[in-house]
């Protein structure tokens, strides 16, 4: 399911994402304590979280709270204003690094670890397209970041926006075939083992002339185990089930031959 941000009213969404407006108080008697939008928004964040996108709702975040839907409706206007907060408000967590002209590749591949786990810390965020950016503080915080870190790389401007939109989507690509892996087994009620051991006889068994039909990717797995791309795959990566490992070791290389892109663009610059 794909989400798509900014549907709310532009005015009252971005005047809530920067804080812009006193925020509203509560009248009448009695000493319940107010809500407020942080609140609002951390109880939406944690509903997602472990719930999925699926789960948010008014509603939903209201009972969280001990309050009715219509309580937050004096906050947040309504769900697509607080999905806008939400995605803003855990975008906080993205790294904040400075450049290292000296180190550039060192520091891109610290802050793509380091946002491939934030986003798989919240894998509901990555069902927000970004084809239509929130534009709130924490998102433009985020990528300032990369860009500054692009910049150290010495690379003109027009290549420093195609990488932003090259990085950007690489990792949030390698966090969904995480979070994919993660939840593959309790989605469908079989675990990956069995999976591939029911399905793998069975194409045997109906395609015999499987690798006639398809010699380049039978050629693959003709020529042996994966050769190990330069560097070292993260420490525990052992423990971690096959399909998870495999996706966090693909993303290790492409990220590399990223990298190695970069550089080669750097030498060929006069």
């Given at each position: 399911?794909?989400?798509f941000a900014?549907q709310g ?8 994402l920067w804080?812009?407006?006193a925020p509203p108080?509560?009248g009448?008697?009695?000493?319940r304590?107010?809500l407020s939008?942080?609140?609002i928004?951390?109880a939406a964040v944690?509903l997602?979280?472990e ?8 509603r939903?975040?209201?009972?969280r709270l ?9 906050y947040v206007?309504?769900?697509s ?9 855990v975008?906080a967590?993205?790294?904040?690094r ?6 550039w590749?060192?520091?891109l591949?610290?802050w ?20 239509r950016?929130?534009?709130?503080p924490h998102?433009y ?21 195609r990488?932003v ?8 690509g390698s966090?969904q075939a995480?979070?994919?892996a ?8 079989s675990?990956d083992?069995e ?10 068994e109906?395609?015999?002339d ?9 050629g ?6 994966v ?5 070292n795959?993260p ?9 998870e490992?495999?996706?966090?070791e ?5 990220l ?5 892109g ?9």
């Amino acid at each position: 399911m794909v989400v798509f941000a900014g549907q709310g009213d532009p005015r009252r969404s971005l005047s809530l994402l920067w804080r812009a407006d006193a925020p509203p108080t509560r009248g009448g008697p009695g000493p319940r304590p107010r809500l407020s939008v942080d609140a609002i928004v951390a109880a939406a964040v944690a509903l997602a979280d472990e719930e999925g996108m699926g789960a948010l709702s008014m509603r939903a975040v209201g009972d969280r709270l001990g309050r009715t839907a219509m309580a937050l409706y004096t906050y947040v206007p309504g769900k697509s204003e607080l999905l806008d907060l939400m995605y803003d408000a855990v975008h906080a967590e993205l790294p904040r690094r400075e450049p290292d002209p000296d180190d550039w590749r060192g520091a891109l591949t610290a802050w793509a670890g380091e946002a491939l786990e934030f986003y798989v810390r919240h894998p509901w965020v990555l069902q927000v397209s970004q084809a239509r950016p929130v534009l709130g503080p924490h998102e433009y915080a985020g990528l300032d970041t990369l860009v500054t870190l692009l910049r150290a790389t010495g690379l003109p401007a027009g290549a420093v926006r195609r990488l932003v939109g090259t990085l950007f989507p690489f990792v949030r690509g390698s966090a969904q075939a995480v979070a994919d892996a993660r939840l593959a087994a309790a989605a469908t009620g079989s675990s990956d083992e069995e999976w591939w051991a029911a399905r793998s006889a069975a194409l045997l068994e109906l395609v015999p002339d499987f690798a006639e039909r398809f010699p380049a990717v039978s050629g693959l797995e003709a020529e042996g185990p994966v050769e190990p791309y330069p560097g070292n795959a993260p420490e525990g990566a052992e423990a971690v089930p096959y399909p998870e490992r495999e996706a966090r070791e693909t993303f290790r290389v492409g990220l590399g031959v990223l990298l190695d892109g970069i550089e080669a663009a750097r030498a060929d610059r006069p």
